[in-house]
């Protein structure tokens, strides 16, 4: 379903990624882990062109984002970028509308459905992540759990493909990690397609299909869980686990 293969990226003359390469199957759970600083975000980001890279192609469902380094036509990146839905570690909220109204506008807005539509998939979204009583609130009234709960479903709104998670509950107070964890392992029993970024070890060995280990801007080691964390390969992976558990 996505294939990165070669994946180059530099900030002047700091190489960020290099040549990044991995493929998602339809269903998976991939857990990206690894250092700060290693290229994780910087990778989840050039998925979604929110960063541009200079090398390597990017596929999802056979539409190509960027070939060979070669960027698709406008049309084309928005017909891939529209696949999928990212949530941020900072959930990106607009304060100035409600919940509703954050889950409201892009549909409206970018697919043109009507309030009708978009009203009753609002409300089932909300249900879904157990804020159905939240709709009428704006963001600064609610825990760092409920907005980032809001941001998933603001994301599925679209009907994404594949949702892409950026260490989703790095900002939350340790208490308020288990209810947005809660709620990504619930669309992964649903099958959902996802990349996600994590320092929650216990989470990417429970949920996770395969996990990747990236330091300093390449990917060292891919495994299943127990590959991972009971036989890592190499000495970094082995070395950057001891540290994290
Ligand atoms: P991670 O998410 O694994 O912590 P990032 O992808 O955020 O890593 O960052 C990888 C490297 O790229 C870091 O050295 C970071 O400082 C650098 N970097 C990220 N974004 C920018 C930017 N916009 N400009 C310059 N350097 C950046
Ligand atoms: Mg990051």
């Not at 989703?168 to 990504?184: H, K, R």
Request: aromatic share 6%; glycine share 8%; proline share 4%.
């Amino acid at each position: 379903m996505v294939e990165v293969s070669n994946l180059k990226k530099s900030f002047g003359t700091l190489e960020v990624l290099n040549n990044v390469s991995f493929e998602v199957k339809k269903g998976e759970v991939v857990a990206v882990i690894g250092p700060s600083g290693s290229g994780k975000s910087t990778m989840l980001r050039s998925l979604v062109h929110l960063e541009q890279v200079s090398g390597g192609s990017i596929c999802v469902e056979g539409d190509y984002l960027v070939k060979e380094g070669v960027y698709t036509n406008q049309q084309g990146i928005k017909r891939v970028t529209s696949k999928m839905g990212m949530v941020f570690q900072h959930f990106h909220l607009f304060p100035h509308l409600t919940v509703r109204g954050n889950l409201e506008l892009a549909p409206r807005l970018v697919k043109g459905e009507t309030k009708e539509e978009s009203r009753k998939k609002a409300e089932e979204l909300l249900q879904k992540v157990g804020l159905a009583d939240k709709a009428e609130v704006y963001p600064a009234k609610l825990s760092g759990g409920q907005k980032q709960r809001v941001a998933i479903a603001r994301a599925l709104m679209m009907s994404p493909a594949i949702m892409l998670f950026d260490e989703p509950t790095s900002a939350l107070d340790p208490e308020l990690t288990g209810e947005v964890l809660q709620v990504i392992k619930q669309l992964a029993r649903e099958h959902m397609t996802m990349i996600v970024v994590t320092h929650e070890m216990g989470f990417a060995r429970e949920v996770a299909d395969q996990i990747i280990f990236m330091d300093n801007g390449e990917i060292i080691e891919v495994g299943t869980p127990d590959q991972l964390f009971l036989n890592p390969r190499f000495e970094r992976t082995k070395a950057f686990l001891q540290r994290s558990l």
